[in-house]
T-cell receptor, first 114, second 115 residues
Framework: QQQVKQSPQSLIVQKGGISIINCAYENTAFDYFPWYQQFPGKGPALLIAIRPDVSEKKEGRFTISFNKSAKQFSLHIMDSQPGDSATYFCAASGYGGATNKLIFGTGTLLAVQP | DADVTQTPRNRITKTGKRIMLECSQTKGHDRMYWYRQDPGLGLRLIYYSFDVKDINKGEISDGYSVSRQAQAKFSLSLESAIPNQTALYFC??????????????FGPGTRLTVT
């Protein structure tokens, strides 16, 4: 059972454009929503994360938008650059941090064309 | 990535063979995790350990076993490898409490092929 659904599976964006990746979750007990970035041959690395007490978090060109009522969150990459080309995973965790188990989405392969 | 190391980085083995993947970390974290990554399926949790004496099954533990030899070492074993265990395997660590405990640090991965 996929508790975190991610779309699209792949995305091609022109340099300077906006990349948008969406995720939806089912479990209302989740209270931590990170995005991980993975380059080829590397392990995933935390990019940005949000908690449900805010609707948006911005770090540089990366923004998470969070809609608690819809149980959805999305990653926006502004002014996308070729160096942003990577696989992006959304995830969710919760239960008050007691377990810290991350439930990952299926990933989005982003290609930013120069 | 250098804080979490995995060996081997690549391995090809035959069906029925026993294989061990090793993970070491210098981050001083108590919690360690093993995931497998498959195309189109994302990362799925195999086992996790909150300390040397605490090991728990994850989402897909069948066919796998683990050993937490020390705080810094967490090994994943495939007792009798089968082709559908061909995947990319990642080890990860995290702190044991507080808000920082949510962030997981991943190793570089082991690409395992079972023929």
């Amino acid at each position: 059972q996929q508790q975190v659904k991610q779309s699209p599976q792949s995305l091609i964006v022109q340099k300077g454009g906006i990349s948008i990746i969406n995720c939806a979750y089912e479990n209302t007990a989740f209270d931590y929503f990170p995005w991980y970035q993975q380059f080829p041959g590397k392990g995933p690395a935390l990019l940005i994360a949000i908690r449900p007490d805010v609707s948006e978090k911005k770090e540089g060109r990366f923004t998470i938008s969070f809609n608690k009522s819809a149980k959805q969150f999305s990653l926006h990459i502004m002014d996308s650059q070729p160096g942003d080309s990577a696989t992006y995973f959304c995830a969710a965790s919760g239960y008050g941090g007691a377990t810290n188990k991350l439930i990952f989405g299926t990933g989005t392969l982003l290609a930013v064309q120069p | 990535d250098a804080d979490v190391t995995q060996t081997p980085r690549n391995r090809i083995t035959k069906t029925g063979k026993r294989i061990m993947l090793e993970c070491s970390q210098t981050k001083g974290h108590d919690r360690m995790y093993w995931y497998r990554q498959d195309p189109g399926l994302g990362l799925r949790l195999i086992y996790y350990s909150f300390d040397v004496k605490d090991i728990n099954k994850g989402e897909i533990s069948d066919g796998y076993s683990v050993s937490r030899q020390a705080q810094a070492k967490f090994s994943l074993s495939l007792e009798s490898a089968i082709p559908n265990q061909t995947a990319l395997y990642f080890c990860a660590t995290s702190e044991s409490g507080g808000k920082s405990s949510y962030e997981q640090y991943f190793g570089p991965g082991t690409r395992l092929t079972v023929t």
